[in-house]
């Protein structure tokens, strides 16, 4: 909902706040209880709303818990570990960076409900930080994994009120098993990217080494995945130049680029994959558009001056984001970002 009524904000913290117009933006949710939902009632020790609160979140949004169980809490516990887990490994599998991964802003229901700072990564960069006001790059990219096991060691914690002694022991091993959950997600997701079926032993350095390569070269991580799923095979080698497979022709100049074709191919060659099955199962997984900031921008240009229907583009083009769109095609939704776009900046006030 968008008003006439000026509002004035330092969107940057700088010192040089400006006039914009003023709106509301609802957002949706199953439930906003988070982390730090409990925190601050275990804090100051409100043991007994601490208890409904925990029994009305298993009751309405955990079917599978038996909400009499004596260890329901600690089964709700083990359901959020598992959830939070697969839920990060989810966002580092499209580029996706919170942005302000706080307590306050983690779900209890493992569901992405924080829209402030965020960002898709364009080149790929692990040290990649999508809100400005974030100087040491606490939740950059590649710190996401170890964010999550810091947030749900907090929730551990505040549960500890309405938990037995026996109970607190069986915490930090059921946080334990966060790191293979988010591990063996990780890895169900990116062999499912490259178009594998199944997940081999030495398949962790075939992403990796595909990962470094496109960091080495800065290359686009979602043009990257999507162009190898849409490019031939027969095509793929070390002296790819291509305008259709740019971000796959800026990886092709890296001196590792034709062994790791080379492995990827005998990959496929192990599961005697038909090349059309695999562009066909890569394409449903790969993204060829993200909400990349400059169209954001763009798109709100527009609606100062009235004028909405960027956003409509946007909205309708990213509800179905492995599509091939005519109109995304022609506005550079898949083309390399412009020039100007590295000097956009977000912050928590943006």
Not at 41 to 48: D, I
Not at 257 to 263: A, P, Q, S
Not at 273 to 296: C, F, G, H, S
Not at 298 to 326: C, K, Y
């Amino acid at each position: 909902m968008v008003s006439d009524d000026p509002v004035v904000r330092d969107q940057f913290y700088d010192g040089r706040p400006q006039s914009e117009r003023a709106a509301i933006v609802l957002r949706l949710a199953p439930s906003w209880f988070r982390i730090g939902s409990l925190e601050i009632l275990a804090k100051n020790n409100e043991v007994e709303l601490l208890k409904e609160l925990l029994d009305f979140v298993i009751k309405n949004h955990f079917p599978g818990i038996d909400v009499t169980d004596e260890n329901r809490y600690l089964a709700l516990y083990s359901a959020i570990v598992s959830e939070t887990a697969q839920l990060v490994a989810s966002w580092q599998s499209v580029g996706f960076t919170h942005g302000v991964c706080n307590t306050d802003n983690f779900s209890l229901l493992s569901i992405t409900i924080d829209y402030g700072p965020f960002g898709f990564m364009e080149e790929y960069n692990p040290k990649f930080v999508p809100n400005t006001s974030d100087d040491e790059g606490r939740y950059s990219f590649e710190n996401q994994p170890d964010v999550g096991a810091f947030n749900l060691n907090k929730l551990g914690e505040a549960l500890r009120p309405v938990l037995s002694n026996h109970q607190i022991k069986q915490v930090p091993r059921i946080l334990h098993g966060y790191q293979q959950i988010y591990k063996n997600k990780f890895m169900e997701l990116f062999i499912s990217k490259l178009g594998l079926l199944t997940i081999k032993e030495n398949d962790e350095n075939l992403v990796a080494l595909f990962l470094r390569i496109m960091e080495d070269t800065k290359s686009d991580f979602t043009m990257s995945f999507r162009e190898l799923g849409e490019i031939d095979l027969q095509e793929l080698n070390s002296d790819l130049v291509s305008q259709k497979y740019w971000s796959l022709t800026t990886m092709a100049s890296h001196e590792w680029f034709g062994n790791w074709v080379t492995k990827y191919k005998e990959r496929l060659g192990e599961e005697e994959i038909r090349d059309e099955t695999r562009q066909t199962r890569m394409i449903k997984v790969n993204p060829r558009y993200i909400l990349r900031n400059w169209m954001a921008q763009e798109a709100i240009e527009q609606a100062g001056r009235n004028d909405f229907s960027g956003v409509r583009t946007l909205l309708r083009v990213l509800e179905h984001p492995m599509d091939w769109d005519r109109e995304a095609e022609k506005a550079g939704f898949a083309s390399p970002p412009p020039a100007w776009a590295k000097f956009l900046r977000v912050s928590c006030s943006s």
